[in-house]
Nanobody
Framework: QVQLVESGGGLVQAGGSLRLSCAAS????????MGWYRQAPGKQRDLVAA???????NYADSVKGRFTISRDNAKNTVNLQMNSLKPEDSAVYYC???????????????WGQGTQVTVSS
């Protein structure tokens, strides 16, 4: 019905930068909030950043000033620019979107498969 495909993960040195992208496709009527979450081994999945349809953003305190979330509504994509990366940023990053399909009236939450980000010290 709806799928989210992530790209851009990889290995970087501390202080480096990485840009993650996520594209939503399928039977989409509209998309509300889109965001990024991350989960490190042995830890819970936490919100990194989110952005509403009108551009309002929300960031985890640990990434404020370093990460920037953006979206392209025409392409149904959300991006996460990550600068000044730290080893503690290492995790699997998951794309998330709140979507209303063309067949259902209710909002549904969809997740991508995740992309690994590793920051070496």
């Amino acid at each position: 019905q709806v799928q989210l495909v992530e790209s851009g993960g990889g290995l970087v040195q501390a202080g480096g930068s990485l840009r993650l992208s996520c594209a939503a496709s399928g039977s989409i009527f509209s998309i509300n909030t889109m965001g990024w979450y991350r989960q490190a081994p042995g830890k819970q999945r936490d919100l990194v950043a989110a952005i509403t349809n009108d551009g309002t953003t929300n960031y985890a305190d640990s990434v404020k000033g370093r990460f920037t979330i953006s979206r392209d509504n025409a392409k149904n994509t959300v991006n996460l620019q990550m600068n000044s990366l730290k080893p503690e940023d290492s995790a699997v990053y998951y794309c998330n979107a709140v979507v209303r399909s063309t067949y259902l009236l209710r909002w549904q939450i969809f997740w991508g498969q995740g992309t690994q980000v590793t920051v070496s010290s």
